[in-house]
């Protein structure tokens, strides 16, 4: 019986390391995933000033009415969307 009592805390050691070996490379992957959802955040938000600059630079868009009209840039959600983002963001 000793033996087999061996076998089996060898047995559960080892599936004991996998488990930590398997939660350890998990959070490096996290880890990596975090950074590259940081640096895309970090774009997109660059992205949004950007595109928030030219609308502050403008009316609106010619011709998007089909009465010729200027759509004015409070007539699209979107805006109001990036700048609330923005904000969130801290820039």
């Known amino acids: 019986?000793?033996?087999?009592?061996?076998?089996?805390?060898?047995?559960?050691?080892?599936?004991?390391?996998?488990?930590?070996?398997?939660?350890?490379?998990?959070?490096?992957?996290s880890a990596v995933q975090?950074?590259?959802?940081e640096i895309a955040n970090a774009r997109l938000v660059r992205a949004l000033k950007?595109?928030?600059?030219i609308v502050n630079l403008s009316h609106g868009v010619s011709g998007y009415h089909l009465n010729g009209d200027i759509a004015e840039w409070d007539e699209f959600p979107e805006i109001s969307i990036a700048e609330q983002t923005i904000k969130e963001a801290g820039e």
């Not at 975090?34 to 959802?37: K, Q, S, V």
């Open 50 to 53: 950007g595109m928030l600059d």
């Open 1 to 29: 019986m000793g033996e087999l009592s061996d076998q089996i805390a060898r047995i559960i050691r080892a599936g004991n390391q996998a488990v930590m070996t398997g939660i350890e490379l998990g959070r490096k992957e």
């Open 34 to 37: 975090i950074r590259g959802l």
